[in-house]
């Protein structure tokens, strides 16, 4: 989960093989049209935008930066949830796929 500035930043850089996990998922506290780079990510990646209320926005696929600057992957809608999975794992989710965000993560729980 790539839920602070640190860990947005880092994303998958580096990583040459996901092994036994399907993917990141990337959380902002407010809305954003922020995009994403390839800069140092070594397998090429598909990224899902979803909306503060979880319905898909947009699936881009993402090759590794091999110039510089790296280009930047942005949708012009404001997302506020994005899954980075390995290329082709999203082929054939539907465009009225929703991601059950559940409750604020950003909200603590009451002890």
């Given at each position: 989960?790539?839920?602070?500035?640190?860990?947005r930043?880092?994303g998958?850089?580096?990583?040459?093989?996901?092994?036994?996990?399907?993917?990141?998922?990337?959380?902002?506290?407010?809305?954003?049209?922020?995009?994403?780079?390839?800069?140092?990510?070594?397998?090429?990646?598909?990224?899902?935008?979803?909306?503060?209320?979880?319905?898909?926005?947009?699936?881009?696929?993402?090759?590794?930066c091999?110039?510089?600057?790296?280009?930047?992957?942005?949708?012009?809608?404001?997302?506020?949830?994005?899954?980075?999975?390995?290329?082709?794992d999203?082929?054939?989710?539907?465009?009225?796929?929703?991601?059950?965000?559940?409750?604020?993560?950003?909200?603590?729980?009451?002890?």
């Open positions: 989960m790539a839920d602070t500035p640190n860990r930043s880092r998958l850089m580096g990583v040459t093989d996901l092994g036994d996990l399907d993917g990141m998922v990337f959380l902002l506290p407010a809305p954003s049209t922020g995009g994403f780079w390839m800069k140092d990510t070594l397998i090429p990646l598909d990224v899902a935008f979803f909306a503060t209320d979880g319905s898909l926005l947009a699936v881009l696929t993402m090759e590794p091999t110039s510089d600057p790296c280009p930047t992957y942005a949708i012009d809608e404001p997302w506020q949830w994005a899954i980075e999975v390995r290329a082709g999203f082929d054939g989710l539907p465009p009225t796929a929703r991601l059950d965000v559940g409750r604020d993560p950003f909200v603590p729980l009451k002890s």
